[in-house]
């Protein structure tokens, strides 16, 4: 159920969302506690006194959300509906603003033999400056009519692959054969658009080799996850709203620039996000999305004490965030990320939503298990906006 | 909202869904507690301090589950969306597996007078005895040409009447009038295939009440829920799970095998149950249901003593289950049969999941206040099985 968008309203008040990536834990098996309900949150405690409280849950009952998926459920998309592959999430972690039109593929630089099989996948994982000097190389050196390419590269064996030209499709299969000691698969498109694709993608591959022939290991290309740009409403057409994105990692400015939002300097971390939501404020952004990777980061390496550390300094910069101007404080997280699972999973995300509109429950604080007895309860992440629109006073009332 | 089965992980941990069937309570009117509330469960009680609660409700709101839809909510299935009819749940009760091509109907032995208007559509209510002996002469003196008919007498006037032949269909009305002093409806099938049926089955009842001429009451039938097998994905392919069924009763014998489980012996009970889920681990089932009928019964019979022990008869088998070798426990009903009402209800289950990777309310009991504060919230049925899987860790991370 998406929000009617001519209920939402061109003024009101000032919303900011504040995403602790990975902020649902699990108990401490020695004390019982999470690490939200472990750590010191003097802040965010207060400010629950003044909020209603609940839990999100990002995708369908069981389903543990990647990154991509989760930060478009908070921002009322449904990401099972949304079809998209890969290489726009590498496009998008690339701080690449994928355009309408355009084909990005996830590429790794594969070593094959002399007859054409697959040898490693990887390429005994170069290093990143081996990665970026490829590129270069194949930038450089080669080329298909009519068509840009653009190569980005990443991390080790990775780098993006982005076409440019008209009527491409993006319905093109992996050609990764998954094992070694296996040809590279042709490329194939399942309709026309999708078919010119797969032959531009045969043509530069077919390029790429003869170009990295030379090459002791990286002699060849894998290319998987064709994509084009899905078609998102965007923040302005679906909310009424002027939003920025202040996130220190490219994969979220990308996410976020995705559903309408524009990307402004969130330099290193939590200090200089103050500096950029008031800056935002300045600029008349009336919707401001700050994003918080390090409880990510410390659950997936399963140190409970860091991830304790990272939700404290969020919370040591919250009284800063709540003096830049705005009027409605979202703070959630984009899936769980336990310490004790080191990996993501499928519990709801507690919520706290400040507006002078909240139903607090007497004496909570934020944490796991006082957000089940909050106002909110359980919502799906796409619930999530129009219940942040609705606390700052920019919906219509429905009928008369 | 399905899981996608590529999600779903071919390893994992094992699973253990018991069914309490009828669990769910309503408050005794002279000390308020449930019957769940008032039994004395310490095994649940301390098992709940390790799991998430939450409740599970079966179908849409204020909708009564027979047992067949609500064990097929639990088992993942919307029972709404699934259409069968009477006669598949009787042949499943009657430890019948229904091919793919069969047709069965629900009969009724009645009593026709010499015009063939109904006199008694129970023919007296005939003793389980004569129900067999009805049945058996039936099988003997009646045929229809290249079909095979199979009868499997029931209590009193029941049967299942089951028709095996090339394209039959199932959309046959009942013959049933209804009420008495009319005659029996003639069948009629509402495309090709089910004209077969239909007429197949106006040719059995001619020669059937040829046969059953000579008897004092029981000397015709009424056939209602012309019913064929589904198509339902079973649990192999649907969630990559080896699954074995352990109920005492063939009606859920039935169901679990309609979604793909093997059923195995289960003995007379509890204690024959334990052994059964030792001997399927042993046979590398990664997935059990174990079906305990009695608190059912007793909330039928209106014995809310009756109920409150038969849940405890379960509670002291619980230790015994939990050293089988399970490393997920879920414990729920496949509706609520309050005493007080002496038959199902509509209101929502308590369920219980224990794993490692559980969300415990601290101080929590097993108990249908208790469950409305958990980790779980409200689940639809169908929402079950992706959150065992979940806990299991055999589900993928949707997106990266």
């Known amino acids: 159920m998406t929000i009617p968008a001519q209920l939402c309203r061109p003024v009101g008040e000032r919303i900011g969302l504040f995403v602790l990536d990975g902020l649902g834990g699990l108990p401490h098996p020695d004390h019982g506690k999470t690490e939200l309900e472990a750590a010191n949150t ?62 990005a593929a996830r590429g790794n630089f594969c070593t094959i033999d002399g007859e054409g099989l697959v040898q490693d996948r990887r390429a005994g994982r170069p290093s990143d400056d081996e990665c970026q000097r490829l590129c270069a190389k194949l930038t450089e050196e080669v080329s298909v009519d009519g068509v ?45 658009a999708s078919e010119t694709t797969a032959a531009i993608a045969g043509d530069w591959l077919a390029k ?30 679906r909310f009424q709203l002027h939003a920025a994105a202040l996130a220190v990692y490219p994969m979220y400015r990308g996410v976020a620039r995705l559903v309408g939002m524009q ?41 409970f004490e860091s991830k304790v550390a990272a939700i404290e300094a969020f919370d040591a910069a919250l009284p800063a965030f709540l003096e830049c101007g705005l009027d409605v404080i979202a703070i959630t997280g984009d899936h769980s990320t336990p310490t004790i699972m080191e990996e993501h999973s499928w519990h709801a995300v507690p919520l706290l939503v400040h507006s002078k509109r909240a139903l607090p429950q007497p004496d909570s ?29 920019r919906l219509d009332k429905y009928g008369a």
Chains 1, 2 share one sequence.
């Not at 200090?271 to 919707?287: P, S």
Request: charged content about 20%; overall charge negative; some cysteine.
């Open 365 to 393: 604080t934020f944490g796991e298990r006082n957000c089940m007895n909050g106002d909110i309860n359980l919502i799906a992440g796409p619930e999530l906006m129009p219940l942040l629109l609705a606390h700052a006073n």
């Open 148 to 192: 840009t390419i653009e190569l980005i590269p990443g991390k080790q064996h990775r780098f993006t692959w982005i076409a440019t030209a008209q009527d491409l499709g993006a319905r093109v299969n992996d050609n990764d054969p998954q094992v070694t000691g296996k040809s590279a698969l042709p490329f194939a498109g399942e309709d026309a």
């Open 208 to 237: 790429a080799q003869q170009c990295l022939a030379g090459e002791a290991a990286a002699n060849s290309a894998l290319l998987r996850g064709f994509s084009s740009r899905p078609h998102v409403p965007g923040f302005a057409e």
């Open 263 to 303: 990307p402004r300097d969130a330099g290193r971390g939590l200090a200089d996000q103050v500096e950029a939501v008031k800056a935002a404020i300045a600029e008349d952004f009336d919707f401001v999305f700050v994003h918080h990777k390090d409880p990510d980061t410390a659950g997936h390496s399963g140190d």
């Open 42 to 103: 003097p802040h965010m405690d207060a400010l629950s006194q003044k909020s209603s409280l609940g839990r999100v849950q990002l995708l369908p009952s069981g389903m543990t959300p990647g990154s991509g998926p989760g930060h478009l459920s908070l921002f009322g998309i449904d990401p099972i509906e949304l079809e998209f592959g890969r290489g726009l999430l590498e496009a998008l972690g690339s701080d690449y603003a994928l355009e309408p039109g355009q084909i």
